[in-house]
T-cell receptor, first 111, second 114 residues
Framework: ELKVEQNPLFLSMQEGKNYTIYCNYSTTSDRLYWYRQDPGKSLESLFVLLSNGAVKQEGRLMASLDTKARLSTLHITAAVHDLSATYFCAVDPPGTYKYIFGTGTRLKVLA | SAVISQKPSRDICQRGTSLTIQCQVDSQVTMMFWYRQQPGQSLTLIATANQGSEATYESGFVIDKFPISRPNLTFSTLTVSNMSPEDSSIYLC???????????FGSGTQLSVL
């Protein structure tokens, strides 16, 4: 059974600090996706990583993918309160035609 | 990209009744997905709905409980049948316009069963 695990599950951090969220998955996949969900809202796409070594950056967030290690990271630089949300990674292994989501990381940035 | 209209946005239902959730997409898409998200939890895939074929259900979900229709390439419904309080959750439809493209999500249906 495909498993997608994130850590930490909960993260409380001070504004201005850096931190990394990790996403591990248990089967081969060359593609990985990051989403953000605000409380009471649906999911918003952040990044699409389509190959080994892919790196994408948007503002204070940077995502990377290591398909050999089956690991993706979401790095937060100089956190601000507006980044408070739940972050999910997801994979769609070749031939499965479905997207499996990670356990989620609930981030709270303290002013 | 894809814009998805999902309704109802929320509903409160009595035990034993059924609710049908509708999902309308502004473009033709092959694959549509239905997810359930329980409070504070991740998304669990219920089924994949492709036009012209039976939906493919994930382990733990059955057609009698969650019948799905997919009459064309822009529309799908999910019915939650014979509801119990354990069905209280958020239900989300999503689409992927092309392979290796991200998912686009509807706004979700928050279901409470009394």
């Amino acid at each position: 059974e495909l498993k997608v695990e994130q850590n930490p599950l909960f993260l409380s951090m001070q504004e201005g600090k850096n931190y990394t969220i990790y996403c591990n998955y248990s089967t081969t996949s060359d593609r990985l996706y990051w989403y953000r969900q605000d409380p009471g809202k649906s999911l918003e796409s952040l990044f699409v990583l389509l190959s080994n070594g892919a790196v994408k950056q948007e503002g204070r967030l940077m995502a990377s993918l290591d398909t050999k290690a089956r690991l993706s990271t979401l790095h937060i630089t100089a956190a601000v309160h507006d980044l408070s949300a739940t972050y999910f990674c997801a994979v769609d292994p070749p031939g499965t035609y479905k997207y499996i989501f990670g356990t989620g990381t609930r981030l709270k940035v303290l002013a | 990209s894809a814009v998805i209209s999902q309704k109802p946005s929320r509903d409160i239902c009595q035990r034993g009744t059924s609710l049908t959730i509708q999902c309308q997409v502004d473009s033709q898409v092959t694959m549509m997905f239905w997810y359930r998200q329980q409070p504070g939890q991740s998304l669990t895939l219920i089924a994949t709905a492709n036009q012209g074929s039976e939906a493919t259900y994930e382990s733990g979900f059955v057609i009698d409980k969650f019948p799905i229709s997919r009459p064309n390439l822009t529309f799908s419904t999910l019915t939650v049948s014979n509801m119990s309080p354990e069905d209280s959750s958020i239900y989300l439809c999503s689409v992927s316009p092309r392979a290796d493209e991200k998912l686009f999500f509807g706004s979700g249906t928050q279901l409470s069963v009394l």
